[in-house]
């Protein structure tokens, strides 16, 4: 383990965070609000410690490759140093009092999760509106793949880095340098960043606005600029723009490449795609019959809000145009599930992922055949491809570990006084990077009045979650810093 040359990577990283705000504190000048200083105060201590780190640090042997235990340890650290430093503008500007609650909307924003512990967004200054947002759209794709992609010196070794950034069951490598790979992910997110940023603007929101919820929609993050979120709104087009990019951010965004290059095919064949889109169509018309006639008096309207609802819990974004609390038991039954499997491996969204679920269900069927046929050998394919035994322990492994992070975290929550509906559905809204829960941190509520304990549990679900349990879980094993 080279910790100076992880301090130094470290330093460079936190440079390129603290010259993002410089675009918050653009809307801070234009719109002459009291943000601007303490947008400007964070800034510069950003910059500044990162630089500091950065050359406090230079190493010789800048240009070894990068070993999986670093590329674990840099991508943590970047995450909790980005979490500390983004939560500077709230905490200077008066917009959140306390520390916990500064690192718990930093890291919701950063992770993607969109809880909120502040009350009231509509008087919360433009500049510091615009910072909270971005935080998704930097973190939607990954702060260390955004590194990747513009830091020359990260070049060498970076498929640890982006392994541990973007884990999951397979690697989507496009290009043979790991570099190129991530240019042409963010250059896709970019692309797909200004289509809906112009599809809001044609269709009424104001230019923040669109922007705002653009960067909460690709990066499937749900901060919004109003307190109603996007019921504020009340409008069938802007609904269906941001369903339809929900979904997009829903989806691995491998395969939006691979559209762009001229297969329009690549959705169909790839079985994780057909089986995210399945389920959200199944669930879809579920909730739409059962809200018919019960919440909604026409079908179309049942739609319209089950449609936006069950996209917007299945790809973890957490926007609302509806508050289901209030539907029946069962479509509040299906939308809990819908935040347990989550959106695709290689997509913004979080959750256990549409391939872990997939691949599990599969397991299981073969385990109910060797019963019938115990002599047979069964070989588990996906998209006509044997998984390999590794592949399947891992994804074991991972199911495991989440469901007894989410159980214990629940537990934990509920000992800091909070209810056992609250406890659960916060408990997995944020391993999942959801957002709203059900009961008081719902989708017309929010997270301000937890206890910190509990605060400070969901802050750590929020990161856990992202990162997908091994990255950080990693750090604590002591055999990890021995040779």
């Not at 018309?285 to 919440?295: M, Q, V």
């Not at 299906?334 to 695709?344: D, K, R, V, W, Y």
């Not at 390999?388 to 994804?395: A, K, N, Y």
Request: overall charge positive.
């Amino acid at each position: 383990m080279r910790w100076k040359f992880i301090l130094n990577t470290l330093g460079g990283l936190l440079v390129c965070i603290g010259l993002c705000m410089a675009l918050a504190l653009g809307f801070s000048i234009y719109y002459q609000d009291p943000g601007f200083w303490p947008l400007l105060e964070s800034m510069g201590l950003t910059v500044g410690v990162g630089l500091a780190l950065y050359l406090c640090f230079r190493q010789p042997d800048s240009r070894k490759a990068i070993n999986h235990r670093e590329g674990m340890a840099i991508t943590t650290l970047c995450w909790v140093a980005a979490t500390l430093f983004g939560g500077l503008p709230f905490y200077l500007g008066g917009v959140l009092q306390t520390p916990v609650d500064c690192i718990f909307e930093t890291i919701s924003g950063f992770t993607t999760t969109g809880a909120s512990v502040i009350r009231d967004v509509e008087i919360v200054p433009p500049g510091l509106l615009f910072w909270r947002s971005l935080t998704h759209w930097l973190g939607g794709m990954g702060i260390v793949l955004l590194g990747l992609a513009i830091l020359p010196f990260l070049g060498v070794g970076g498929m640890q880095l982006y392994k541990a950034e973007v884990p999951g069951p397979v690697m989507d490598k496009l290009k043979p340098r790991v570099k190129d790979t991530a240019k042409i992910l963010w250059k896709v997110y970019c692309l797909f960043t200004v289509i809906e940023v112009l599809l809001l603007f044609g269709g009424g929101m104001s230019f923040f606005d669109s922007l705002c919820h653009t960067f909460g929609t690709i990066a499937t993050g749900g901060f919004s600029t109003k307190n109603a979120s996007i019921a504020h709104y009340q409008s069938l087009y802007v609904d269906t723009v941001i369903t339809i990019f929900m979904i997009i951010g829903g989806l691995n965004f491998s395969l939006h490449f691979q559209l762009f290059r001229g297969k329009p095919l690549a959705l169909w064949r790839d079985p994780e795609a057909r089986f995210f889109l399945g389920v959200l169509a199944i669930f879809t018309a579920a909730i739409t019959l059962y809200t018919y006639g019960r919440n909604y008096p026409s079908l179309g309207q049942a739609f319209r809000y089950a449609s936006f609802q069950a996209a917007s819990i299945m790809t973890t974004t957490g926007y609302a145009t509806a508050d289901y609390e209030l539907w029946p038991a069962l479509p509040q039954c299906l939308l809990l599930l819908l935040m347990l499997i989550g959106g695709s491996v290689g997509s913004t969204g979080g959750g256990v992922k549409c391939m872990r679920i997939a691949v599990l269900l599969k397991q299981s069927y073969n385990e109910l055949l060797r019963l019938i046929h115990p002599r047979a050998v069964f070989r588990l394919k996906l998209g006509g491809e044997a998984l390999s035994t590794e592949v399947l322990s891992g994804i074991t492994g991972f199911f495991v570990l989440y469901l007894f992070l989410l159980v214990g975290s629940t537990f934990f929550v509920a000992a800091s006084g909070v209810d056992v509906v609250t406890s659960f559905t916060a408990a997995l809204a944020c391993i999942g990077n959801v957002g709203p829960g059900i009961g008081a941190v719902g989708p017309m509520d929010n997270y301000a009045g937890l206890p910190h304990l509990a605060k400070w549990i969901l802050s750590l679900d929020m990161l856990l979650g992202r990162l997908e349990i091994y990255t950080v879980v990693i750090l604590l094993v002591p055999r990890f810093y021995k040779k």
